[in-house]
């Protein structure tokens, strides 16, 4: 047990294209999955999953963190769109 | 503290580790007790076929491995050879056909980076790669899906890591359908202070293990591939490991950083059966001990036992030995690359392998069982009872089925003949910036930055002619090879060999092997070629089925000026059209036949080393004076396919006349057996009217057959009285083929 | 004194030898710049060359931007200092903002080794002074993330300032999607940053720096900047 | 309007390497995520997430159709984990 008021969280970053920029992964799982037999499958689009095992105290604080690693480091601006969720785990 | 006396291992548990039970009470015998589970483990990866060679090792005894210009032959993790001036040029083929199997992208990298870390193990900077892979039918999307990865694969880490994919060898064949085949080659170049060698020595020196964590990735990985793939192979997935370029390149720049060091005794890499087998290898060439603390080791995962830690496979790993009282220079080296450098144990004089877990001893193996202690096994074999007639056939009294233009352009259309820039452009070819000559013509050529001279390579693997025989198969890939160098003006240094088959334990395929490796022997040592290194990779088996003998030889040439090297492509209009070695009538063995008859049958082509090494003395002699405008090797598809080539590289046709007059009683196939049969060695050159004469000289002072065929240009390409193909059709049939079936999705 | 190439190393990258014998072909000097220093050892020339830092991954270039050797290179962009992105170092260069877009996955999705034809755009920079407009270089590309992307609005700008340097065409310099490997926005295969001291290129004109190896057309690159800056007295 | 009972449903699939299969790229984001300021971080791992536009009646249908994409194609079963969320969009 911590003593302290220090958690574990972990927080699910979702990286996408813009839905401006092109995205050549998307189109060809779409037509292989239209090839298998899913005609019912519009589009598709292919980003990023990235989770991240933190620690920290303050959920608030902790959030204001991974929104400066996402922007920072994570996802690239001009072409990219990131949402993440952050849960606290029980010890 | 003294380990607990352990039980006889169940039959199960011995199955895991593929050791049979007299192996294991041979092992306890000699060690004169029962062996614990870590120990049994060790042990059973050591004496698996895939580290210990057991099956093999007797026939590979075969194989000539001296030679003026060798300085390390097989043993060590790659062979050597001198290139003069203190230049070292070392190289090694390894085959990862059961990863890919499982894993296609990731069995194929990891393949690539098992081969790299060979290189720098001793040394020497990785200056090209090359692959040799095998599949089944692409008109089957299973079959495409597994190529296409495969080539990611091999892409990935190469173009990663920055070093060259010069060329390969790409064949597809239905007997490949279950078990596809993934064998990679590097070559590197070393000086001679740098050369570094596999061996622990010191007792007292620290051992250290670098670069990455260790994981539970492909535990039991030599195992795996000492066994046949079947249906359990699913829950052998866990060895699938995921390779890291990025990070082997971390740890090739600081090895070799290390390799001019003085603190540095000895240096292997971590590949099958993991440190069990690197430390126990390095120390049993030393004739000392290893003491391994497990605790020391970093890891990736929590939890992990002794046995997973010995037996990891996790890949971009080094051990190395170094001086004592060195050992922070060292990691200073690693720092700097970010990469982990754990002092892990150290040499001792005990020739054994001795296992700490912490305080407590958990294995001690004496080297000699370990590494030494297996017996080699010599399984029956049998000739095919249906051979002879198989060899008896006469495949020219076979009708065809096609004309003689729809059967040219069918097999040039074919993935097999075609042109494979689909593959290659993905491989970056180039990096490093001594690619003269990459993918896409015979061999391949790099020049040596600072020298005039520079090296060729390429790698031929014995086709459907080994099926039918495989002695005469192998020979014929040797030969292949030889004239693949002859035509960019290279002289063969030494060469390396994957030996991929079947199920050992069937007689048939002990047959083979026996042919093969014979036959490899018999044609290294009449070329005058020194085998210095190779690898075997036995049970491509899927249920019972296994592949065709597919011996696969990487052969590594030093060409005098790379200046002065010619194209396969025909270069002008006018030019006059020459084969140089023997007219042959024959299609036992050949695509075309595989194409159109289905089955393969009849005697494959004769070899005639003596003619073989004068023609290819010829073509260099050619090559190198600068006579030719165009010289290209004739092997898969014929005269006919050979020559198409030469006229879609050049952009030009060609009208030739082939000046054998048709016997009055000819076999229906004969014009077929003309065209597109595989008559060993061969040579379609062209030269300018002006140098006929010096060509005509060069040939007789070599005593070398040479017949005028013809004459460069035009828009088609004819061969008098046969066949006559526009070269606009030609082009698209072999640019089609492989593109065409991988574009189709 | 000869002009001076400082050649950064990252690790994972992989043609700091290739420039350097380049360079050295264009009679200049080199030097190596390590990602984790902050000194660029007096390079006139700053050369960011091709690879995978740092693996390449989560995005070509993400994390190399921002090592300390970075910082000093902005600083020297800044003040009219020459850098020259090939490759990799393009991508680290627009990872960085020292060049506006980003480079994609190319549109094939494969990675592609094989030679371009690239037209020159503009001269007006060091890089390219040796050139005209219109005239057509052959250079290999070798990449999987090559595929230039900006929005409308940087597209438009880079166009009205003359920036985009290098496009995509055929040997005669026809423009065309066939001569397009990656399905860069504009054919774009490399752009100028506004003080046009800043070049970034996808095509590696270290590796056309001799007939030998089938093109020289790479070495007006580096000549081009050996020359101007000796013109100039640096 | 739709007459019939289709709806629109968005199926979003995260992708990622079973536990034990090494994830270079997640290493190397945490290393760099450190460098970077962030020692809070430990273990980060690294996937895809792809979304998909699909048509269907039921959402128990739509789900198993999903899986079945899931499995045939969207993951390596070798390597590679799933998991996916379905909603139905509101026309
Ligand atoms: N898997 C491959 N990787 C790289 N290059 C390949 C591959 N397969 C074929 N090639 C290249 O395609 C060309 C033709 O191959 P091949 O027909 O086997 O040549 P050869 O018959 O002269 O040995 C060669 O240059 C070879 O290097
Ligand atoms: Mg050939």
Redesign the pocket.
């Known amino acids: 047990m911590p003593t302290d008021n220090r958690h574990r969280y972990i927080a699910e970053v979702v990286v996408t294209l813009k839905p401006v920029v092109n995205d050549p992964q998307g189109l060809v799982v779409t037509q292989a999955l239209h090839a298998l037999g899913y005609p019912e499958v519009g589009a598709t689009r292919v980003g990023k999953f990235i989770s991240l095992d933190l620690e920290g105290a303050e959920e608030s604080q902790v959030r204001a963190r991974v929104e400066e690693m996402c922007r920072r480091l994570l996802r690239n601006e001009v072409i990219e769109d990131y949402r993440f969720q952050l849960r606290r785990e029980e010890p | 503290m003294t380990q607990a006396v352990p039980e006889a291992p169940t039959q199960a548990e011995l199955r895991e580790i593929a050791l049979t039970r007299a192996e294991y009470e041979s092992a306890s015998a000699q060690l004169g007790r029962a062996l614990n589970p870590l120990e049994l483990g060790m042990l059973g990866a050591m004496w698996s076929e895939h580290c210990s060679y057991k099956t093999s090792k007797p026939l590979l005894r075969q194989l000539r491995s001296t030679g003026a210009r060798v300085v390390l032959g097989p043993g060590e993790n790659a062979g050597v050879v001198d290139l003069g001036d203190d230049l070292l040029c070392c190289f090694k083929i390894e085959s990862h056909n059961h990863p890919s199997a499982i894993e296609p992208v990731q069995g194929a990298a990891t393949g690539v980076g098992g081969i790299l870390r060979d290189v720098f193990a001793m040394g020497a900077r990785p200056v090209a790669l ?4 095998r599949f089944g039918d692409l008109d089957q999307s299973l079959q495409r899906h597994r190529f296409a990865r495969v ?1 990611e694969g ?1 892409g990935f880490y190469g173009n990663c890591i920055g070093v060259p ?6 064949y597809f064949d239905s007997a490949y359908s279950d078990n596809c085949l993934v064998n990679a080659m590097c070559v590197g170049l070393a000086e001679r202070s740098q050369l570094v060698r596999a061996v622990a020595s010191g007792p007292g020196n620290p051992v250290m293990l670098v670069g990455a964590d260790t994981g539970r990735d492909g535990i039991h990985g030599a195992t795996f591939a000492s066994v046949q793939l079947d249906e359990s192979a699913d829950e052998r997935r866990p060895a699938v490991q995921v390779g890291n370029p990025y990070l082997e390149k971390c740890l090739l720049e600081a090895c070799l950083e290390l390799c001019g060091h003085p603190a540095l005794v000895g240096l292997q890499d971590c590949g099958a059966a993991g440190l069990t087998s690197s430390c126990a290898e390095m120390a049993h060439r030393g004739g000392v001990g290893i003491e391994i603390d497990v605790a020391r080791v970093s890891r990736r995962e929590l939890g992990m036992s002794p046995y997973q830690v010995m037996l990891s496979e996790s890949q971009e790993r080094m051990v190395l030995v170094v001086e004592s009282g060195q050992e922070d220079a060292v990691r200073q080296i690693f720092d700097r690359w970010d990469l982990h450098s754990d002092i892990i144990g150290r040499v001792i004089s005990e020739p054994e392998l001795r296992i700490l877990d912490g305080p407590v001893r958990v294995a001690t193996l004496p080297l000699g069982i370990l590494v030494d202690g297996f017996a080699e096994r010599r399984p029956p074999s049998r000739r095919p009872i249906d051979l002879d007639s198989r060899l008896a056939a006469d495949p020219l009294s076979s009708p065809a089925p096609w004309s003689l233009e729809e059967s040219w352009l069918r097999l040039l259309s074919s993935p097999n ?1 075609g042109e ?1 820039r689909w ?2 452009r993905q ?1 970056d070819h180039q990096v490093g910036d001594d690619t003269v000559r990459g ?6 050529v790099l020049r040596i930055k600072g020298r005039s001279d520079g090296l060729a390579m ?1 790698v ?1 693997g014995a086709h459907r002619s080994a099926a039918l025989d495989p002695r005469q198969g192998t020979a014929l890939a040797v030969a ?1 090879a030889v004239r ?1 160098l002859a035509v960019v003006g290279a002289e063969p240094l030494a060469l390396t060999n994957c030996l991929n088959f079947g199920d050992p334990d069937q007689p048939e395929v002990m047959w083979q092997m026996e042919e093969a490796v014979g036959g490899l022997a018999e044609a290294a040592l009449a070329f005058g070629i020194p085998v210095v290194s190779g690898n075997v990779s036995l049970y491509n088996d899927f249920q019972g089925t296994g592949i065709p003998p597919t011996p696969m030889v990487g052969l590594v040439g030093q060409v005098p000026a790379v200046a002065v090297s010619t194209g396969l492509g025909f270069r002008a209009a006018g030019d006059q059209i020459y084969l140089i070695g023997p007219a042959g009538v024959e299609l036992a063995g050949s695509e075309y036949q595989r194409l159109a008859q289905g089955a393969v049958m009849g005697t494959p082509p004769h070899l005639d080393v003596a003619a073989e090494l004068v023609a290819a003395a010829a073509i260099r002699d050619l090559v190198r004076g600068s006579v030719l405008s165009s010289a290209h ?1 004739c ?2 598809g014929g005269l006919a396919v050979t020559l198409a080539e030469s006229c879609i590289a050049g952009g030009l046709g060609a009208v030739v006349d082939f000046p054998l007059a048709i016997p009055s009683q000819a076999p229906t196939g004969w014009a077929w057996g003309v065209l597109f049969g595989e008559t060993s060695g061969r040579y379609l050159v062209s030269v300018a009217p002006d140098l006929i004469d010096l060509l005509a000289a060069v040939c007789q002072g070599h005593g070398v057959p040479v017949m005028k065929l013809g004459v460069v240009g035009g828009s088609s390409i004819s061969i008098g009285g046969l066949a006559e193909i526009a070269l606009e059709a030609a082009t698209r049939a072999s640019a089609g083929g492989l593109a065409g079936f991988m574009e189709r999705g | 004194m000869p002009v001076r190439f400082g050649i950064a190393v990252f690790p994972g990258t992989w043609s700091e030898r290739d420039c350097s014998h380049a360079v050295s072909l264009a009679g200049g000097e080199s030097t190596f710049l390590w990602h984790a220093d902050r000194d660029l050892k007096g390079s006139d020339c700053v050369v960011l060359p091709g690879g995978f830092a740092h693996g390449d991954y989560l995005r070509a270039g993400a994390i190399a931007r921002f090592a300390p050797l970075m910082d000093a290179v902005a600083e020297h962009a800044r003040a009219g200092g020459l850098v020259l992105g090939i490759c990799n170092g393009f991508q680290i260069l627009c990872e960085a903002g020292l060049l506006p877009g980003a480079l994609l996955r190319n549109r094939g999705l494969q990675f592609l080794c094989q030679p371009t034809w690239l037209r020159v755009e503009t001269v007006s920079t060091r890089f390219l002074a040796g050139l005209e407009v219109g005239n057509t270089l052959e250079i290999p590309i070798s990449h999987g993330e090559g595929r230039y992307y900006a929005d409308p609005a940087t597209l438009a700008q880079l166009e009205a300032e003359s920036r985009v340097a290098l496009r995509y065409s055929g040997p005669t310099g026809e423009l065309a999607d066939q001569y397009n490997p990656n399905g860069s926005l504009h054919q774009i295969a490399g752009i100028l940053n506004e003080q046009r001291n800043v070049l970034g290129m996808m095509p590696h004109p270290e590796r056309a720096c001799e007939a030998l190896l089938g093109s020289s057309d790479g070495l007006a690159l580096f000549s081009g900047v050996v020359r101007s800056l000796v013109a100039a007295g640096r």
């Not at chain 2, 994919?165 to 790409?170: I, N, Q």
């Open positions: 090359l692959d040799a892979i080539v091999i994919t010069v060329g390969g060898e790409t003949c494979t593959i290659f491989y993918p896409g013509g015979d061999a391949a390429t031929d292949e693949n090797d092997s898969l």
